[in-house]
C-alpha cells in the first residue's frame, strides 16, 4: 500500500479520535450536575466534596479543563473516573477489549459462515438447499443484535441448548455475528454469480476447467472486492450493535461502562469511552480499508 | 412478496394510528389482579354449541406462582364497537387482555400499540428529515462544486465514521433523565437526522453532479435559471434513490431507537416504545414465567422484515432472469 496515503489516513484517524473525544467532554460538561452531585444529595460534607471538586480539577475554568483534557489524551492519559476511583486509561482498556472480543468473535463467526455458504448458494442458485440458506438467511437479516440476543437467550432458557451464564461468549458473539453472517451470505451470493456470468469465467468455463476451481478459486477471486468493500460497514454496525447484545447478556464491554458512567454524570468516563470507541472503530476502518486496497489495485490510488 | 410487505406496513400504520380505539384498555392503568397474567384466548365453541367470538374471564388461584385459569362457567361475549372501542367486554368480567399483562398488571396490547406509535414515529421522522438535510446539502454541494462541494463531502466522511451510539447516548444525557415524551421523540428524531444524512448526501450529490453536465440543465442555464432553480431542475433525477433511501433508513432507525430505549436512553417509563417494553423481558424469570413480553421482539423482526421486503434486500431468493452462468458450461444440467 500506498505509504503516504497510509500514513495520511493514520493521521486523520487521530485527529478524528481526539476531536470526538472532546467533543464528548463538552457535551458531557453541559449535562446537569457533575461528578459531586450524588455526594451532595447524599449529605458528604462540603469540605470533602470541595476536595474532590479540586481533585478534579471542577474548580478550575471550564476552557482549562478542557485543555487539561486535550492534553492529557495527547499523553494517553484520559484522567481518573469519579465514578470507580481509578484510572479512565486501564478501565476503558479492560472494557474495552472486551467489546473488540465480542466483535472479533462475531465478525470470524460472520466470515466462515457467511461466505463460504454464500459461495454456495450463489453458484448453485436452483438447488433447493441454496433456497433454503437464503430464506433463512433474509430471515435472521430481519433480526436486528437486539431481537436476536433476547431470541438466543429465549431459546437457552425454554430448551436448555445454549448456556445463559453471563461471561460466556457463545451467545453474544452469534446474536452479533448471525445477522452479519446473513448479510455478507446475501453479498458473497449475489457476487459469486455476477462473478460466475462475467465473460472471462465463461471462457474459462469452456476451456474446461473443473467447476469446482472455477468457483471457489477464479469465481471466489473476483468476488472479493464488493464483498471486502463492506467490511468497514460490517465493523460500524457490530460496534453499535454490541450495545444491545452487551445489556442482555450482560457482557461488561464498553457499552455497560458508557451507560453507568453517563449516569454517575462521570464526564472523563463518558469522554473516554467515546475515546475508545472512536480508537476501536478507526482501527477497523483502517483495517478494513488496507483489505480493500490488497483485494482492488485500484483503490490504492484513488482513496 | 412486496405486496405482501405493503400491506404488513400499512397494517402497522393502521392499528399504531389509531392505536387509542383499538387498544382494549388503557396503557398505562393497573389491573392489581393482572400481575403478568397471559393472554386470553378467543372461543368460539364451548360445551353448550358455537357462539359469537367470546372470552372467559381470568381467575388469579394463586398469587405466589401467578397461576391464572379460566373461569369457564360463563361465555364473556365481545362488544364490538362499544365505549369507544373497536372492541372490548363488558367491565365487571376484568380487563380484556390479547397480550397478557406485565409485571404490574398492565395491558401489553395496549402497550405494544401505543408503542408503535413512537417507534414507527420516530423512525419515520427520523428518516424524513435525513432525507430531507441529505437532499438538501447533496444537491448543493453537487451543484455548485468547487470548495463547497469539498467541505460538504469531507463532513459527510466525518460523520460516517463517528461512534454514533456514544455520540447519541452523550448528546441524549445532556438533557435530565426524566423528560417530556415529546421532547424525547423531537430529539431524537433530529439526532437520527443528523446521524443519517451523509449516505443520502452522498448518493444525492453524485446524481446531481452528473445530470448537472446534461443537455437539460445547459439549456436551463441558457435561459437564465439561477442556481436555485437549477437545482429545483436537477433534484427530480435523485427522486428514486431517495425513495429507496427511505426504506432502507427506517428499519435501521427503528432498531437504533429500540436499542436506546432498551438501554434506557429513549422513551422508557410510563410511556415507552418497542424498545422500552422489551426492558421488562429482559430478565430470565420473566422470560420463563411471562414470554409473551417478548411481544415487541416480534414486532420488531416482523416490521423490519417487511421494510427489508419492500426495499428488496435480498429478493433473490428465486433465481429469476435466467443469464447464462460458467456453471452452465462447466456442469451441464443432468
Known sequence: MNLALAIRRVIAALLLVITVSAAAFVLARLAPGDETTSDFIAGVDPATIARKRERLGLDRPFAVQLATYVWGILRLDLGESARFERPVASLVAERGANTARLAFAALLLATVLGLPLGVLTGAHARWWGSRLIAVMSIAVLACPPLVAALGLLYLAVSTGWLSAAPGHLFVPALALGLPVAASLERLQSQATRDAMAAPDLLAAAARGIPPRRLVWVHAARQSLRPVLGVYGIVIGSLFSGSLAVEFVTSWPGLGRLMYDAVRAGDVRLVAGCVFAGGVCLAVGNLVADGLRAWADPRVRETA | ?334
Open chain 2, 1 to 334: 412478496m412486496r405486496r405482501l410487505a405493503a400491506w404488513v406496513l400499512g397494517g402497522c400504520a393502521v392499528l399504531a394510528a389509531a392505536a387509542p380505539w383499538i387498544a382494549p384498555n388503557d396503557p398505562v392503568s393497573l389491573f392489581a389482579d393482572r400481575a403478568f397474567a397471559p393472554p386470553m384466548a378467543w372461543h368460539l365453541r364451548d360445551a353448550e354449541g358455537w357462539h359469537a367470538p367470546f372470552v372467559y374471564r381470568q381467575q388469579l388461584t394463586d398469587r405466589i406462582s401467578r397461576t391464572y385459569v379460566e373461569d369457564r362457567q360463563q361465555r364473556v361475549p365481545l362488544r364490538w364497537f362499544s365505549a369507544g372501542r373497536v372492541v372490548a367486554i363488558d367491565p365487571g368480567a376484568g380487563p380484556l387482555l390479547w397480550c397478557g399483562a406485565d409485571a404490574l398488571g398492565r395491558d401489553l396490547c395496549a402497550r405494544l400499540l401505543h408503542g408503535a406509535r413512537l417507534s414507527l414515529g420516530v423512525a419515520l421522522l427520523g428518516a424524513c428529515g435525513a432525507l430531507l438535510l441529505g437532499a438538501i446539502l447533496g444537491a448543493a454541494a453537487g451543484a455548485a462544486g468547487g470548495r463547497f462541494d469539498t467541505v460538504v463531502m469531507t463532513v459527510a466522511d466525518f460523520v460516517l465514521v463517528l461512534p454514533i451510539v456514544y455520540l447519541v447516548i452523550v448528546l441524549r444525557a445532556t438533557r435530565p433523565l426524566v423528560i417530556d415524551t415529546a421532547e424525547v421523540f423531537v430529539m431524537m428524531s433530529i439526532l437520527f437526522a443528523i446521524a443519517a444524512w451523509p449516505d443520502v448526501a452522498r448518493g444525492v450529490r453524485a446524481i446531481v453532479a452528473t445530470e448537472r453536465t446534461r443537455d437539460y440543465a445547459e439549456a436551463a442555464r441558457a435561459a437564465g435559471a439561477g442556481p436555485v432553480r437549477l437545482i429545483g431542475h436537477l433534484v427530480p433525477a435523485a427522486y428514486g434513490f431517495l425513495r429507496v433511501e427511505l426504506v432502507l433508513l427506517m428499519p435501521a432507525l427503528l432498531v437504533a431507537e429500540s436499542t436506546l430505549s432498551f438501554v434506557g436512553f429513549g422513551f422508557d417509563g410510563a410511556s415507552p416504545s418497542w424498545g422500552g417494553l422489551l426492558k421488562d423481558s429482559e430478565t430470565l424469570t420473566a422470560m420463563y414465567s411471562a414470554p409473551w413480553l417478548l411481544l415487541p421482539a416480534v414486532a420488531l423482526f416482523v416490521v423490519v422484515l417487511a421494510l427489508q421486503a419492500l426495499s428488496g434486500a435480498g429478493a433473490t431468493i428465486s433465481p429469476g432472469v435466467r443469464r447464462a452462468s460458467a456453471v452452465d458450461i462447466a456442469a451441464p444440467r443432468r
